[in-house]
């Protein structure tokens, strides 16, 4: 993942929300990462909805023109049980989605349980140890907040790390015979549909 000028690119991390949105930008520098971006979109909640979901729209289309990244990792919605949230969380998410795509940059996704695994290595950790091991592993000075912040620079985290073993799965599944290696190459496919 570079940028035309062949410097690194980003990968940048949502946390979607229509309240309170999430941005983590995270560049690989040989065996570190940095955070080169973070913090929270917000949009009024006594606002209507339509307006809302143009505001983030707008804020996520200046960041990615911005930030130029190679991939955005959004967090997948797996289970909510306030439907509400469920709903907004999505709508923010389909957002997230459709703004990474105008723009040409691939999408993955990860559930919270395997970006607090990457990070933490504990796939149940609470948003206080997952804020400590972001602030640790990208050597900043506090943790980020809100943890909406920190979730982001984990996802971005999260991809950095998993992207090499993604690339090499895929390259490695056509090449091979037999029906697991079939299965391993149309799960990745499907996965990318995402």
């Known amino acids: 993942m570079f940028d035309r000028s062949g410097a690194p690119a980003p990968v940048l ?3 979607p929300g229509l309240s309170r949105c999430g941005y983590g930008a995270v560049v690989a520098h040989a065996s570190t990462q940095a955070a080169v971006a ?12 339509g307006p809302r979901l143009a505001r983030l729209e707008a804020e996520l289309e200046r960041l990615v023109h911005e930030l130029r990244p190679g991939a955005v990792a959004v967090e997948r919605v797996l289970f909510q049980t306030n439907v509400r949230t469920a709903m907004s969380v999505g709508q923010a998410s389909g ?5 990474a795509a105008r723009a040409g940059v691939p999408v993955v996704h990860y559930s919270p349980n395997e970006v607090k ?15 400590q091991m972001v602030m640790r ?3 900043l000075h506090e943790p980020p907040r809100p943890a909406d912040a920190a979730d982001a620079l984990a996802l971005a985290l999260c991809h950095l790390w998993a992207a090499p073993m993604r ?3 895929r390259a490695n599944a056509p090449a ?10 149309a799960a990745l496919a499907k996965e990318d549909r995402r």
């Open 13 to 15: 991390g949502i946390d």
């Open 38 to 49: 973070y913090g929270v979109i917000r949009t009024p909640a006594g606002d209507e909805l």
């Open 95 to 99: 957002v997230a989605l459709a703004v």
């Open 117 to 131: 695994l990457a990070v933490t290595g504990y796939g149940a950790a609470d948003k206080a140890q997952v804020q």
């Open 137 to 139: 592993l990208l050597r």
């Open 167 to 169: 690339d090499a799965a």
């Open 176 to 185: 091979r015979s037999g029906g697991f290696d079939r299965a391993v190459a």
